[in-house]
């Protein structure tokens, strides 16, 4: 298992999401082959911090992973359009 992190922010700085609606949406988008086993979201007033525990020995696979599963989250929630990787 590999712990990855990723932070999004939102494009203005009025726009925020609570850390379990967040985790919520990303779980949503985590298929069983991804191998995501724990998600962990910290938000803040710039930002969120996410924290995935990915079932893999390969750390840029689980980076991956995690990123392909956060950017079909933005990309696919109303709720997270104003949010961009960063």
């Not at 779980?27 to 969120?48: F, K, L, S, T």
């Not at 991956?64 to 997270?80: E, G, Q, Y």
């Amino acid at each position: 298992m590999v712990a990855t992190h990723i932070r999004i922010a939102p494009l203005a700085a009025t726009t925020t999401v609570d850390s379990s609606v967040l985790r919520d949406l990303i779980y949503a988008q985590a298929a069983p082959g991804h191998g995501v086993e724990h998600i962990r979201v910290r938000a803040g007033p710039h930002g969120a911090d996410i924290l995935a525990f990915i079932d893999s020995d390969d750390p840029k696979e689980a980076a991956d992973t995690l990123h392909r599963i956060v950017d079909k989250a933005i990309s696919s929630n109303p709720l997270l359009q104003p949010w961009r990787i960063i």
